[in-house]
């Protein structure tokens, strides 16, 4: 069972510091909606349960739920909560579930896991793919630099909700360059792909499955005029 203690202990303390009047159990329940949990009572439910075979103890990531967190603190604050304090509480469970498991990561939306995680890790797939090696073999150009992965991504179904798997999945491309070089063109864009899939733990946790990744060559019509500027 996930020990919330010294979690729900920091939040309280922020809390009052801030002259806002909840109580360690109302505490506990802001820290439940943050994980993703309609209640403390469906967190402990789900926790001591033997219906999934993984749980938010077993966690190698952690993606909040900040905006169910905000609102059920502000539902049982009954007063106005400033944007300021609602943020301070936030880096506050942050911080506090990285102490109590520093081999897990923390993240505040799939956004932040997207953009400072899973991009890096999609191109250190792909660069290391034997899809990759084939395609910059085909092609003149001279591909010094990562993919670019779109900022654009797919999900397989909203995280908190997902019982037992969840994926994400983005596509990109890596432009190559012909500068001081006289070798043919024959083409200088690469597309890119890649896909981490995970075990669910917990509503928020998430369990490292499998990472897959492809490159190949664009389709785009290498001959089109506008390519030449382009790598011009």
Request: with cysteine.
């Amino acid at each position: 069972m996930l020990n919330l203690s010294t979690v729900t202990f920091d939040v309280h303390s922020i809390l009052n510091q801030s002259l806002c009047s909840l109580s360690r159990a109302q505490c506990a329940e802001v820290i439940a909606a943050y994980l993703g949990y309609e209640s403390l009572a469906a967190l402990k439910s789900e926790e001591t349960g033997d219906s999934l075979d993984t749980c938010f103890a077993d966690a190698e990531f952690i993606i909040l739920n900040v905006e169910s967190g905000i609102c059920r603190l502000k539902t049982l604050a009954r007063e106005n909560i400033s944007d300021v304090l609602s943020d301070l509480v936030t880096v506050q469970i942050v911080r506090s579930l990285s102490v109590v498991d520093d081999t897990c990561k923390v993240f505040k939306s799939v956004d932040e896991f997207y953009f400072e995680y899973a991009q890096e890790k999609f191109c250190e797939a792909i660069i290391f793919s034997d899809e990759w090696g084939s395609a910059t073999s085909e092609l003149n150009a001279e591909f010094s630099d990562y993919p670019e992965m779109n900022e654009n991504y797919s999900i397989s179904g909203d995280l908190w909700r997902s019982r037992e798997e969840w994926s994400l999945e983005a596509q990109g491309s890596s432009i190559g360059s012909y500068t001081g070089s006289d070798r043919f063109y024959n083409g200088h864009k690469i597309d890119c792909w890649g896909k981490m899939k995970f075990l669910k733990a917990g509503r928020a946790g998430l369990i490292f499955s499998a990472l897959d990744a492809n490159a190949g060559t664009s389709n785009e019509d290498w001959r089109d005029e506008d390519d030449w500027v382009e790598i011009g």
